[in-house]
């Protein structure tokens, strides 16, 4: 048993979902022989995380966006939690192989300076970064878009922003008190975030300053 053709990354892509969607079903003994099993393919133990396949890390997006807003709606939803559970460990394998970029550039100093939660300064940007990267990554954006029934790159900030709003997370750097007079500081220290250096359209402060004001 196992993988026919352990080599093709659909297959790899296609086993993991399989497993994920059956495991709640297991007892805990069970459960842990799975973890066991799986755990070279996810990296579990390791130093540093395997370069992840882009399929596998699409996988978090699409377990995401198909069960972020259930978790909220149905709390007690095993099924939805534990596809909540696994998304989070699979984008956590991806942030360490992306190296981050310039959501979280701009995150950083918002957190610093204004005191506001990462992941609440992570919501507001997301879409604003998506929407500014467009040109340079969009075929990337669009598969993800299609991954969640859409269609364009704005299709995804669209969603985003919609699931930030499901969540009741702030929409705006307004909505969080940052005042257009801080925005100049705020690029400076973005700009400077060595994250930024790992986003796929160049970065300077210039492009902080241009996506901190379509976030205000």
Request: glycine letters at 8%; charged letters at 20%; one cysteine or more.
């Amino acid at each position: 048993a196992g993988i026919a053709f352990p080599k093709e990354i659909q297959d790899q892509v296609e086993w993991l979902v399989l497993w994920q969607r059956v495991s709640a079903g297991f007892n805990s003994g069970q459960q842990r022989e799975l973890a066991l099993r799986v755990s070279g393919q996810l990296g579990l133990g390791q130093r540093k995380a395997p370069r992840l396949n882009p399929q596998i890390e699409r996988e978090a997006w699409r377990l995401l966006e198909s069960n972020f807003e259930m978790v909220l709606k149905e709390p007690a939803n095993i099924e939805a939690r534990g596809a909540m559970l696994l998304r989070s460990y699979l984008a956590g394998m991806a942030i360490e192989n992306s190296m981050l970029g310039a959501t979280h550039a701009c995150a950083n100093p918002l957190t610093k300076n204004f005191g506001v939660t990462h992941g609440v300064a992570i919501a507001v940007m997301l879409p604003r970064v998506v929407r500014w990267n467009s040109n340079i990554v969009r075929t990337s954006y669009e598969e993800l878009a299609i991954d969640a029934g859409l269609l364009t790159a704005e299709d995804l900030a669209r969603r985003l922003e919609e699931l930030a709003a499901f969540g009741n997370l702030p929409r705006s750097l307004s909505a969080l008190n940052i005042p257009k007079t801080a925005l100049p500081m705020l690029a400076e220290e973005a700009a400077k975030q060595w994250t930024g250096g790992f986003n796929p359209r160049d970065w300077s402060i210039e492009g902080a300053m241009e996506v901190y004001e379509k976030a205000l």
